[in-house]
């Protein structure tokens, strides 16, 4: 039987499933990340702070990445909508994935946390 994080990757549909999936490995590949089933999602922590998430957009239906400390990050593509502390980077899951565009807001992301 699947851990609820396995499981959560499991029941998407392509070609959101890869999207998600090429995210989580992203994510799980930088050094002090663990990741964590919370709130129903899957969490990442930073040396054990609470980092991002990864979830599916209500409206757009879209993956992405939700910065916990998002508002201290300014980026053009990042969305604050009604999130008080977080900002989101949607993936176009049809498209390439803009792997150096999230690999520079996430090292922005860490320079906070140094």
Same mark, same amino acid.
């Given at each position: ?6 499981? !959560? #990757?499991?029941?998407?549909?392509? *070609?959101?499933? +890869?999207?998600?999936?090429?995210? %989580?490995?992203?994510?799980?590949? !930088? ?6 089933? =919370?709130?129903?999602? *899957?969490? !990442?922590?930073? =040396?054990?702070?609470? #980092?991002? !998430?990864?979830?599916? &957009? =209500?409206?757009?239906?879209? *993956? ?7 508002? %201290?990050?300014? &980026? ?5 909508? =009604? ?9 176009? &899951?049809?498209?390439?994935? *803009?792997?150096?565009?999230?690999? +520079?807001?996430?090292?922005?992301? #860490?320079?906070?946390?140094?």
């Amino acid at each position: 039987m699947l851990n609820p994080l396995d499981q !959560y #990757f499991e029941q998407k549909d392509e *070609p959101v499933k +890869s999207c998600l999936q090429y995210l %989580r490995l992203l994510l799980i590949g !930088y050094a002090g990340i663990t990741e964590h089933w =919370k709130y129903g999602m *899957p969490f !990442y922590y930073h =040396k054990g702070k609470m #980092f991002c !998430y990864l979830w599916i &957009h =209500k409206k757009l239906h879209q *993956p992405y990445i939700g910065l916990v400390d998002g508002k %201290r990050i300014e &980026h053009e593509d990042l969305l604050q909508e =009604k999130r008080a502390r977080m900002k989101i980077l949607l993936i176009n &899951h049809l498209d390439d994935i *803009p792997k150096a565009k999230i690999e +520079s807001i996430l090292e922005q992301a #860490f320079a906070f946390r140094k």
